[in-house]
């Protein structure tokens, strides 16, 4: 099944967001298979960001993701990546449209509260960097409510 690697980034978790954040996914009928509070490593977000290494922004990003404790998370679901990524809103929140949780809730490019797997390899790999092998594996007991 389609996971995707959900995190509230260090701002979202200073302004209080985190239950919002997971409430928009757990109402869409996602589920939650892994979540933890951490402060990650400059070398776990270098390698999270590994294709962002040559843009100028990047020391900024890295520096911008340290300064505190984000909530990583994996959603399991059908279409979670690309329905999550729609969910979060596009990347500049002066873009994203009003509704999704970048739209709602921020306004700079560096400050953008969230982060979504670009597709279902990032999915995958960003999940396993993340949480090793140590996901849930449960079924919802309102499966058939959500799913046809
Ligand atoms: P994520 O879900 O966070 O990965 O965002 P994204 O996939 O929509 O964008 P991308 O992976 O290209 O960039 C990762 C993060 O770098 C963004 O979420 C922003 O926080 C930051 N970022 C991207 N572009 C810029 C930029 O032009 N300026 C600044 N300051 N930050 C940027
Ligand atoms: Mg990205």
């Not at 996971?3 to 260090?10: A, D, G, L, R």
């Not at 996602?30 to 290494?53: A, I, N």
């Not at 059908?78 to 449209?97: F, Y």
Request: glycine fraction near 12%.
């Amino acid at each position: 099944n389609e996971v995707s690697f959900i995190m509230v980034k260090p701002d979202g978790v200073q302004r209080g967001l985190v239950g919002e954040i997971i409430k928009r996914f757990e109402n869409r009928g996602f589920k939650l298979v892994g979540c933890k509070m951490m402060s990650p490593s400059k070398d776990l977000l270098e390698t999270h960001y590994v294709d962002l290494k040559s843009k100028p922004f990047f020391p900024g990003l890295i520096k911008y993701m340290s300064g505190g404790p984000v909530v990583a998370m994996a959603w399991q679901g059908k279409n979670v990546v690309k329905t999550g990524r729609s969910m979060l809103g596009a990347t500049n929140p002066l873009d994203s449209n009003p509704g999704t949780i970048r739209g709602d809730l921020c306004i700079d490019v560096g400050r953008n509260i969230c982060h979504g797997s670009d597709s279902v390899e990032s999915g995958k790999r960003e999940v396993k960097l993340w949480f090793g092998d140590s996901t849930e594996d449960y079924s919802l007991c309102t499966e058939n409510m959500i799913y046809e």
